[in-house]
Nanobody, 123 residues
Framework: QVQLVESGGGLVQAGGSLRLGCTAS????????IGWFRQAPGKEREFVAA????????TYGDSVKGRSTISKDYNENTVYLQMNSLKSEDTAVYFC????????????????WGQGTQVTVSS
């Protein structure tokens, strides 16, 4: 079992930055993929970014590419998603997930999910 807890969401003005954290506990495998997804009201869940638990292989969704950085902090057992130049369309609940995902952008490839953290970008 893996437990995931997201942190760092909140209210930010357009153009600002946020850093989201995904802290994992329990049995984590070095080849797990940690993914970030988001879901806005009335919309489907969207892939944001992913990284292998050993810190390799960062991947980004088109909507955040060039504005975001995903990274792994080994001391804190946490994957961070740094998001810059935020836009109102980034408003959503952000979830982190873990699993042996071969297709990192597919949410159904992830086994464990956190509860989500709200990000609201005001224009």
């Amino acid at each position: 079992q893996v437990q995931l807890v997201e942190s760092g969401g909140g209210l930010v003005q357009a153009g600002g930055s946020l850093r989201l954290g995904c802290t994992a506990s329990g049995r984590t495998w070095s080849r797990y993929t940690i993914g970030w997804f988001r879901q806005a009201p009335g919309k489907e869940r969207e892939f944001v970014a992913a990284i292998i638990w050993d810190g390799t292989g960062p991947t980004y969704g088109d909507s955040v590419k060039g504005r975001s950085t995903i990274s792994k902090d080994y001391n804190e057992n946490t994957v961070y998603l740094q998001m810059n130049s935020l836009k109102s369309e980034d408003t959503a609940v952000y979830f982190c997930a873990a699993g042996f995902a071969t297709m990192k952008s597919r949410s159904n490839e992830y086994t464990y999910w956190g509860q989500g953290t709200q990000v609201t970008v005001s224009s």
